[in-house]
C-alpha cells in the first residue's frame, strides 16, 4: 500500500485537479444547411463543410 511521505496542502490538491473539469461538446453549424453537428463529424444530414458527403439513400 502507498503512503504518502508528507501531507499535500489543499492548494496543491487543487492545482493537481484543475483539469479534471468536465468541458462542454464543441459544436459547429453547417454554413449551408444550418444542421448543428460535433466538430469533424459529418452532420446527421450527411453534409460536411457545406458539401453533402453522404446521401440519404446511402443510411442503413
Do not use: C, W
Request: charge should be positive; charged fraction near 30%; avoid cysteine.
Amino acid at each position: 500500500m502507498a503512503v504518502q511521505k508528507s501531507k499535500v496542502s489543499r492548494s496543491r490538491r487543487g492545482q493537481r485537479r484543475s483539469h479534471d473539469s468536465l468541458t462542454s461538446r464543441a459544436l459547429s453549424q453547417d454554413p449551408l444547411t444550418g444542421e448543428v453537428h460535433l466538430r469533424h463529424h459529418v452532420s446527421p444530414d450527411g453534409y460536411f463543410k457545406g458539401r453533402q458527403i453522404v446521401s440519404a439513400n446511402d443510411e442503413d
